[in-house]
C-alpha cells in the first residue's frame, strides 16, 4: 500500500488551495448574500485545467486522473463547497458524454466544457421520481431525424447558467421495457423551458431549479449511447460522480473542524481556553478520527475508479455514506462547539452545517447508499 499522492495530485492540491484562497475566499460573504452565478470563477477554473481534469487530452481536458478531480472539489469545499458543487454538477453532464458519446460529440463538446466555455448540467430527477431513477416519465418520441422531449425535470444544478443539459427521456414506454436513453439539450432549443428557481438551504451562488420540456425537438444525432441504455449509463456515471460527492463532505467538515480548533484555543472560559476542557477534548478526538477515516475511504475510493476496479461501486457507497454522515455529525459539532457564537453568520460553521446537509441527499441518497451496499454484500 502506498498512501502517498503522485506530484500531479499533489500539485492539484496546492493549486486549487492557492486559487480557491486567492479568488474565492474574499467572496463567500458577498455570494451568501445573493450574488450572481460566479461566472468569472468558472473563467478561471476553466484556465486552470479544472473545469476537465479527468477528460483526455485528446478532447481538449487536462488528462489527469480521477484522484486529482477528488482532490481539487475537497480543496474547493474546504473554501467554499457552492463553488465544488458547479463543478460537480458539469463533470457530471461531461462524464455520460465520455462514457457514451461517440468520438464526434465528445470532440464538440468535452474542449469547450473543459475551457469552462460551455457549462453542463445533468438533468435526471423529476418531481416524481427522485431516487427511484427508472421511474421518470419524460418521453422522447422519434419523429423523423429527431426526438420528441416532453416532461419535467427537477432541482437541476446549473439550472439557467448551462450551456449543455444532459437529459434523461423515457424512449421505450412499453410496460417491463421502460427504456431510458441520455439527449444532450443545447440551453436555447426551442421546447426548453427555466421553469423556477429552487429557494434553497444553502449555496446560493449555485442555482437550482425546474426545466420544463414542451414539443423539445432534438436531432438523433445528439442522442448518447444506443438507445434505451440510458440507466446503466446513468448508474456507471453515478457511481464516479459519488466520489465528488464525498469529497465535498470531506471538504466541509476539515474546514468546520480546523475553524474550530483555531476558536476553542482562544476561547476563554472558568479561566482557560476551551480547548484545556477535556469534555472539548473527546469531541475534538471523536471529530479527528472521522475525519480520518472518512478522508482514507474516499481516497481509497478514488483510487478504485482510477483503477476500475469492479468493486467500486461498493466501496464508493459506503465513502460516500461514510463521509456525508461524517461531515453532518462534525459540522454540527461545531456549531455546539462555538456555542451562541456557532449559530451566527459572523462564523463560517452554521454555512458549512447547512451545506452539508446536501451531499447527504444528493448524488443519491444515503438510504439509496446503503441500498447499494446491501446489494453488493447479498449477491
Ligand atoms: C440542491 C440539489 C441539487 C440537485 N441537483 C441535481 C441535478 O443536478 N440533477 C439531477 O438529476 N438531480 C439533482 N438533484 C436531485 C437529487 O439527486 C434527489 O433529490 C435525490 O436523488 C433524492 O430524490 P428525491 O428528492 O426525489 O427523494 P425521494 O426519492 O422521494 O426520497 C425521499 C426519502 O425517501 C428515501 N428513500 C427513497 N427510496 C428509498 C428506498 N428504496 N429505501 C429507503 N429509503 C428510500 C430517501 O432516501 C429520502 O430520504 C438535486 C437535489 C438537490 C436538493
Given at each position: 500500500?502506498?498512501?502517498?499522492?503522485?506530484?500531479?495530485?499533489?500539485?492539484?492540491?496546492?493549486?486549487?488551495?492557492?486559487?480557491?484562497?486567492?479568488?474565492?475566499?474574499?467572496?463567500?460573504?458577498?455570494?451568501?448574500?445573493?450574488?450572481?452565478?460566479?461566472?468569472?470563477?468558472?473563467?478561471?477554473?476553466?484556465?486552470?485545467?479544472?473545469?476537465?481534469?479527468?477528460?483526455?487530452?485528446?478532447?481538449?481536458?487536462?488528462?489527469?486522473?480521477?484522484?486529482?478531480?477528488?482532490?481539487?472539489l475537497e480543496?474547493?469545499a474546504?473554501?467554499?463547497s457552492p463553488?465544488g458543487s458547479?463543478?460537480l454538477a458539469?463533470?457530471?453532464?461531461?462524464?455520460?458524454?465520455?462514457?457514451?458519446?461517440?468520438?464526434?460529440?465528445?470532440?464538440?463538446?468535452?474542449?469547450?466544457?473543459?475551457?469552462?466555455?460551455?457549462?453542463?448540467?445533468?438533468?435526471?430527477?423529476?418531481?416524481?421520481?427522485?431516487?427511484?431513477?427508472?421511474?421518470?416519465?419524460?418521453?422522447?418520441?422519434?419523429?423523423?431525424?429527431?426526438?420528441?422531449?416532453?416532461?419535467?425535470?427537477?432541482?437541476?444544478s446549473?439550472?439557467?447558467?448551462?450551456?449543455?443539459?444532459?437529459?434523461?427521456?423515457?424512449?421505450?414506454?412499453?410496460?417491463?421495457?421502460?427504456?431510458?436513453?441520455?439527449?444532450?439539450?443545447?440551453?436555447?432549443?426551442?421546447?426548453?423551458?427555466?421553469?423556477?428557481?429552487?429557494?434553497?438551504m444553502a449555496l446560493?451562488?449555485a442555482?437550482?431549479?425546474?426545466?420544463?420540456?414542451?414539443?423539445?425537438?432534438?436531432?438523433?444525432?445528439?442522442?448518447?449511447?444506443?438507445?434505451?441504455?440510458?440507466?446503466?449509463?446513468?448508474?456507471?456515471?453515478?457511481?464516479?460522480e459519488r466520489c465528488g460527492n464525498a469529497a465535498l463532505s470531506l471538504g466541509n467538515a476539515?474546514?468546520?473542524?480546523?475553524?474550530?480548533?483555531?476558536?476553542?484555543?482562544?476561547?476563554?472560559?472558568?479561566?482557560?481556553?476551551?480547548?484545556?476542557?477535556?469534555?472539548?477534548?473527546?469531541?475534538?478526538?471523536?471529530?479527528?478520527?472521522?475525519?480520518?477515516?472518512a478522508?482514507?475511504?474516499v481516497?481509497?475510493?478514488?483510487?478504485?475508479?482510477?483503477?476500475?476496479?469492479?468493486?467500486?461501486?461498493?466501496?464508493?457507497?459506503?465513502a460516500k455514506t461514510f463521509a456525508n454522515e461524517a461531515a453532518m455529525r462534525i459540522t454540527?459539532?461545531?456549531?455546539?462547539?462555538?456555542?451562541?457564537?456557532?449559530?451566527?453568520?459572523?462564523?463560517?460553521?452554521?454555512?458549512l452545517m447547512r451545506e452539508a446537509k446536501l451531499w447527504a441527499i444528493g448524488g443519491g441518497t444515503t438510504?439509496?447508499q446503503?441500498?447499494?451496499?446491501?446489494?453488493?454484500?447479498?449477491?
Open positions: 500500500l502506498d498512501f502517498r499522492f503522485t506530484s500531479e495530485q499533489a500539485l492539484m492540491r496546492t493549486t486549487v488551495r492557492e486559487f480557491a484562497q486567492r479568488e474565492v475566499a474574499p467572496n463567500i460573504d458577498q455570494y451568501e448574500e445573493g450574488a450572481a452565478f460566479p461566472a468569472d470563477i468558472v473563467q478561471k477554473m476553466g484556465e486552470l485545467g479544472l473545469m476537465g481534469i479527468w477528460v483526455p487530452a485528446e478532447y481538449g481536458g487536462s488528462g489527469g486522473d480521477n484522484m486529482s478531480w477528488v482532490t481539487c480543496e474547493l474546504r473554501v467554499y463553488v458547479i463543478l458539469h463533470s457530471h453532464a461531461a462524464r455520460v458524454m465520455l462514457y457514451a458519446g461517440t468520438d464526434d460529440q465528445k470532440r464538440e463538446h468535452l474542449g469547450p466544457m473543459s475551457r469552462g466555455e460551455a457549462l453542463g448540467a445533468f438533468a435526471l430527477t423529476e418531481p416524481q421520481a427522485g431516487s427511484d431513477a427508472a421511474g421518470i416519465q419524460t418521453s422522447a418520441r422519434k419523429d423523423g431525424d429527431h426526438y420528441v422531449l416532453n416532461g419535467e425535470k427537477c432541482f437541476i446549473n439550472w439557467g447558467v448551462a450551456a449543455l443539459y444532459v437529459i434523461a427521456a423515457v424512449t421505450d414506454p412499453r410496460p417491463g421495457e421502460r427504456r431510458i436513453s441520455f439527449f444532450i439539450v443545447r440551453d436555447g432549443t426551442p421546447g426548453l423551458h427555466l421553469g423556477v428557481r429552487d429557494r434553497k446560493p451562488i442555482p437550482t431549479g425546474n426545466l420544463i420540456l414542451d414539443d423539445c425537438h432534438v436531432p438523433s444525432q445528439d442522442m448518447l449511447g444506443v438507445e434505451g441504455e440510458g440507466l446503466r449509463i446513468a448508474l456507471a456515471a453515478l457511481t464516479q476539515e474546514a468546520a473542524y480546523e475553524y474550530t480548533l483555531g476558536y476553542l484555543k482562544n476561547r476563554i472560559a472558568f479561566g482557560q481556553p476551551l480547548a484545556a476542557f477535556q469534555g472539548i477534548q473527546w469531541m475534538l478526538a471523536d471529530m479527528a478520527i472521522q475525519l480520518e477515516a478522508r482514507l475511504l481516497y481509497e475510493a478514488a483510487w478504485l475508479v482510477d483503477e476500475h476496479e469492479a468493486t467500486a461501486a461498493k466501496q464508493i457507497a459506503i454540527t459539532d461545531c456549531v455546539q462547539l462555538l456555542g451562541g457564537h456557532g449559530y451566527m453568520k459572523d462564523h463560517p460553521v452554521e454555512r438510504q439509496v446503503r441500498n447499494i451496499i446491501g446489494h453488493y454484500i447479498l449477491r
